[in-house]
């Protein structure tokens, strides 16, 4: 973090219909993300389930189903382990990056005046 602190803020009045519209988006996909959370706690068990019966098979077939298992393997550079063991080299490479985050919140004014 490069430790600012200080931010520069812009009025936005006139905006108001977009950044409703925009809230009123937000909204909405916070609640299909949290129905998408909760279908995946029912996906869960279930697949899990069919994981078990087929133990060692790739491939399990029945009318109108297939499903596959199959092994294989994944590359994954491990940052950590290069930082503990050779942590000149990590530090040469490592980099810091800016960057802004968005986010927008209703607040209630109710009708104050800002004197930005």
């Known amino acids: 973090m490069n430790g600012v602190t200080d931010y520069d803020v812009l009025d936005l009045a006139g905006q108001e219909e977009n ?23 029912v996906k869960e068990p279930l697949e899990k389930g069919i994981k078990s019966m087929l133990e060692n098979a790739d491939i399990g077939i029945t009318v109108g189903y297939q499903v596959d298992y199959k092994r294989g393997t994944t590359h994954r550079f491990n940052s950590e382990k290069l930082k503990e063991e050779k942590p000149d080299i990590f530090e040469r490479y490592y980099e810091e990056r800016p960057l802004r985050r968005f986010s927008i919140k209703r607040i209630e004014t109710a009708g104050e005046e800002f004197d930005f």
């Open 19 to 41: 950044l409703d519209r925009l809230c009123d988006i937000n909204d909405r996909i916070s609640k299909m993300e949290k129905e998408v959370k909760r279908l995946k706690k």
